[in-house]
């Protein structure tokens, strides 16, 4: 370009230059802002990818907890959860609930009664655009205490190197609690008979402004009938989502939510850490499970499921996992709405 | 504002406020998107927080647009430049409202509740649909890059008539309340 004044000239080359490293340092920040040049980076995506079963994962579906159903109901609360916080959903009165039981696997071909560790998706509405959702599993703790020491979980499982998981296991001492507990807690033969635990700690604000750190869990008013797993395993791959559906259809089932408080001290960040015995609770009401519906054009299809979903009166603690999760659910949510197409609202045949 | 050459006072405290939100929109969006850290949930409620501020910005800095106008560029500028800087404006209008629209619009065809300001909730401006999420997902993607890219060259313009043309076009929008500018050429 011509310079449009005499005398520029000599400093126009100068000029350019600068223009052409601000851009550049701009563009620069940008891109390593955006992790393309620290490919050691744990991302969203790298951790969601993590998941996939051998065969790659199931288009169109959620990338863990693949197989379930939805379920509508509503949560009767007690009223005593307003003591703790002030989310509506705790004054006395119903709410109406969109839920999923599912089993706890990334591969849509295991049956259900190979899956140690089973699910509940949860939303409790409150008018004012007040929703809570929550997805909470069977086990008293998890596996893991970090989301990284998870991604290196999911990466050494999937290894082909011999020791890979002999090395997890060295590198994670609390593995080896899961792994106690799945060997030796009794199986069921229902999502109905089983607890659903929040597992990850999460803040309580009262009213007042006072604040708790609580865990909380459904438990069953189903009484557990313990079935040995070589028993379960021969039953229908489907046989949990038939059972319930089953179930539901002989009366409403109930689960009792129950919110513990932590005490000072009490490992609130790691959730593979049961706090001790002996804890404040508080009784804030029940799940009632009224009807079953199909994953695949059920009304809790479109739900992400995603932890730090939160009405007023509840918000995260210094539990690192619900950032983590909700960073990899929402990379979920955003590839299976993409590929809805592999995953049609009605069933090409019968499955 | 008395002065012809430069812009009004509000539009020019509007330009570098909704600058530094923008830049800020471009970096926390690309950055909790690659991020499982704690940082993620601050920053995506950042974004959004700052991303439906700047709508109401925009509106507002389009009602002083069209109530105050803009300073004519320098007539030796030539045509080409000039069509140049008038078309990448409409496209930076354009992005600045669609932009926000486009996330706010997402999340509701997600089903998501969309927080922002700590804690005021917006209600939803689009249906729910897997469908639409994605058309929506992908336009708030891909235009967030072409919006960094033309913010780019907007940068390089402006620094060509600051530093090199010293024309007043960049005087017209400077930061500084400042003398007037200097006469071009003189
Ligand atoms: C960093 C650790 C974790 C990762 C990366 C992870 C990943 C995922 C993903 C990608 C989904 C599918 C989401 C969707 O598409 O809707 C999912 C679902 C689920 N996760 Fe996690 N998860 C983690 C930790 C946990 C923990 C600690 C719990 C339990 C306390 C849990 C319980 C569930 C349940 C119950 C579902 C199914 C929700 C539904 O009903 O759809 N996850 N997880
Ligand atoms: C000027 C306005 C905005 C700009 C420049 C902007 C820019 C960006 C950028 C650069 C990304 C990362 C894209 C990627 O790497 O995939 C992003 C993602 C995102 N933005 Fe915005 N954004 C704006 C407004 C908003 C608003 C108002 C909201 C919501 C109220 C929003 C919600 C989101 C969400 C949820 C994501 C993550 C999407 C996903 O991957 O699931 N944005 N945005």
């Not at chain 1, 706090?275 to 054009?297: A, E, F, H």
Request: glycine letters at 8%; one cysteine or more; hydrophobic letters at 45%.
């Amino acid at each position: 370009m011509k310079p449009p004044r005499a005398g520029v000239g000599r400093s126009a080359l100068g000029s350019w230059a600068i223009i052409g490293i601000v851009v550049a340092i701009a563009a620069i920040a940008f891109v390593y802002t955006a992790g393309w040049l620290s490919p050691q980076r744990t991302t969203p995506a790298k951790l969601v990818s993590a998941l996939a079963p051998p065969g790659g994962p199931a288009l169109g579906r959620r990338r863990n907890h693949v197989k379930g159903v939805c379920f509508t109901g509503t949560f009767e609360a007690t009223g005593a959860g307003t003591a703790i916080s002030r989310a509506p959903m705790f004054v006395r009165g119903q709410y109406p609930v969109v839920g999923r039981f599912n089993v706890a696997t990334a591969d849509p071909n295991a049956p259900d009664g190979t899956v140690r560790v089973r699910g509940m998706g949860l939303q409790i509405s409150a008018p004012g655009q007040q929703i809570w959702r929550s997805a909470m599993i069977s086990a008293p703790f998890f596996p893991v205490a970090t989301p990284s020491a998870f991604y290196a979980l999911l990466l050494a499982s999937s290894s082909k190197a011999p020791d890979a998981m002999k090395m997890f296991i060295a590198a994670h001492p609390e593995f080896a609690n899961f792994g106690a507990w799945a060997k030796t807690a009794p199986w069921t033969r229902s999502y109905a008979e089983e607890p659903y635990n929040s597992l990850d700690s999460f803040v309580f604000t009262s009213g007042s402004g006072a604040t708790s750190i609580v865990r909380w869990s459904l438990l069953p008013t189903a009484p557990a009938v313990s079935v040995p797993p070589e028993v379960l395993a021969k039953q229908d791959p489907y046989f949990l989502d038939q059972e319930i559906a089953q179930r539901v259809k002989a009366g409403p089932l109930r689960w009792t939510m129950v919110v513990t408080v932590a005490a000072a001290g009490d490992p609130t960040a790691d959730p593979s850490k049961a706090w001790p015995q002996g804890r404040r609770t508080v009784d804030v009401g029940t799940l009632v499970v009224q009807d079953v519906q199909p994953d695949r054009d059920g009304p809790c299809r479109d739900i992400n499921y995603d932890p730090t979903v939160l009405p007023a009166g509840i918000s995260t603690s210094d539990d690192p996992f619900p950032a983590a999760r909700s960073s990899a659910y929402r990379v979920s949510y955003d590839r299976r709405t993409a590929e809805a197409k592999y995953y049609p609202r009605t069933a090409p045949e019968a499955r | 504002m008395a002065d012809p050459k430069k812009f009004s006072p509000l539009q020019r405290v509007l330009h570098w406020l909704m600058a530094i939100c923008i830049l800020t929109m471009f970096f926390v969006g690309v950055g909790m998107v690659s991020t499982v850290t704690p940082k993620y949930l601050r920053l995506i409620e950042l974004h959004k927080t700052v991303g439906i501020l700047l709508l109401i910005l925009v509106v507002i800095r389009i009602a002083a647009r069209w109530r105050y106008g803009a300073p004519a560029l320098p007539a030796n500028l030539p045509v080409p430049i000039k069509l140049a800087a008038g078309l990448s404006h409409y496209v930076l209008y354009g992005l600045m409202i669609v932009m926000p629209l486009l996330g706010w619009a997402m999340l509701s065809a997600a089903n998501y509740p969309v927080v922002v300001f700590g804690g005021l909730r917006l209600p939803p401006i689009a249906p729910q649909g897997e469908l639409l999420h994605t058309v929506l997902w992908d336009a708030h993607h891909y235009l967030a890059f072409v919006f960094f890219a033309v913010v780019l060259a907007h940068l390089s313009a402006a620094l060509m008539h600051a530093l090199i043309r010293r024309d007043g076009v960049f005087e017209a929008m400077s930061p500084l309340p400042g003398p007037s500018m200097r006469q071009p050429g003189g």
